[in-house]
C-alpha cells in the first residue's frame, strides 16, 4: 500500500515561513517545485494543494495554523477516502538534532500540536511520519517559543542537507517500500574508519640484511711454498 497523501506541517504567512516549525512546508515546497506541482489554495479544505499527476499522491499544506492543521487532512482523506495509513505527515521533530530525519507509523506525538489535531480528527495515531530534527531548545527556553524562530545558518544548513535525503527517498515513500527508505534514512554517513593494530599484534621486521662473507685467508704453507717454490 502506497502513501496517496504527503502532508506537510506549518503556518502560514511570511513570519513564520523561516521558522523551524515550518520544516514540513520547507520539505512538501521543494518536493512540489521539483515535480513541477503547482500548490493552489482551495479554499474548501483551507490548505495549499496539489497533486504529482492525474493518479498520483496528493500534497497538502494546511492553511489554518499549526494547532487547526487536522481539518485539511481530514477533509481531503475523507472526499478522496484515503486511509490514515495511506497518509504521510511531515514535520518538525525536537528529539532530534538538525541533520537527523526518521520515519515512523504511529507512536506518540511528544506535545506536537499539529500532530494532535490531525490524530484527533482522524480519530488515530496510524498515520505515516517523516521527523524532521530542529534540536532541542536551550535550557530554561519554552520549546514553542524555540520553533517559532529561525535556525542559526549552520543548523539551517544541516536541515536542508536531511531534506535533500529525504526528498531522494520520497518516490520510495510513495511506492509503499517504506522498509528500504527506512532503513536508507536511517543510516548514517560515516567516514571509513582507520584500521588499528592490534594490541597483541608484533609489528612487522624487515628481513635481515645478509652478512658479507669473509674472504678465505691463503694457507700459510700454501705462502711459503709459494715464496721458496716446490721442493
Avoid: C
Avoid at 166 to 187: I, R
Amino acid at each position: 500500500m502506497g502513501i496517496r497523501l504527503v502532508v506537510g506541517l506549518g503556518n502560514p504567512g511570511k513570519e513564520y515561513e523561516r521558522t523551524r516549525h515550518n520544516a514540513g512546508f520547507w520539505l512538501v515546497e521543494r518536493f512540489a517545485t521539483a515535480n513541477g506541482v503547482a500548490l493552489r489554495k482551495d479554499g474548501k479544505f483551507q490548505a495549499l494543494v496539489g497533486r504529482l499527476d492525474p493518479a498520483g499522491a496528493w500534497l497538502l499544506l494546511p492553511q489554518t495554523f499549526m494547532n487547526g492543521s487536522g481539518r485539511a487532512v481530514q477533509m481531503l482523506a475523507g472526499f478522496f477516502k484515503i486511509k490514515p495509513e495511506e497518509v504521510l505527515v511531515v514535520h518538525d521533530e525536537l528529539d532530534f538534532p538538525p541533520g537527523v530525519a526518521r520515519l515512523k507509523q504511529g507512536g506518540g506525538i511528544a506535545g506536537h500540536n499539529g500532530l494532535k489535531d490531525i490524530s484527533q480528527r482522524l480519530g488515530t495515531h496510524d498515520y505515516w511520519r517523516l521527523r524532521i530534527g530542529v534540536g532541542r531548545p536551550p535550557a530554561g527556553r519554552e520549546g514553542a517559543d524555540y520553533v517559532l524562530e529561525k535556525p542559526p545558518a549552520d543548523e539551517k544548513s544541516a536541515i536542508d542537507a536531511t531534506i535533500d535525503k529525504a526528498l531522494a527517498l520520497l518516490p520510495q515513500m510513495l511506492a509503499g517500500d517504506m522498509s528500504s527508505a527506512m532503513n536508507k534514512l536511517h543510516t548514517e554517513d560515516k567516514p571509513p574508519a582507520k584500521k588499528e593494530p592490534e594490541k597483541n599484534e608484533s609489528p612487522v621486521k624487515e628481513p635481515p640484511k645478509p652478512v658479507p662473507e669473509k674472504k678465505a685467508e691463503p694457507e700459510k704453507k700454501g705462502l711459503l711454498s709459494g715464496l721458496f717454490g716446490k721442493k
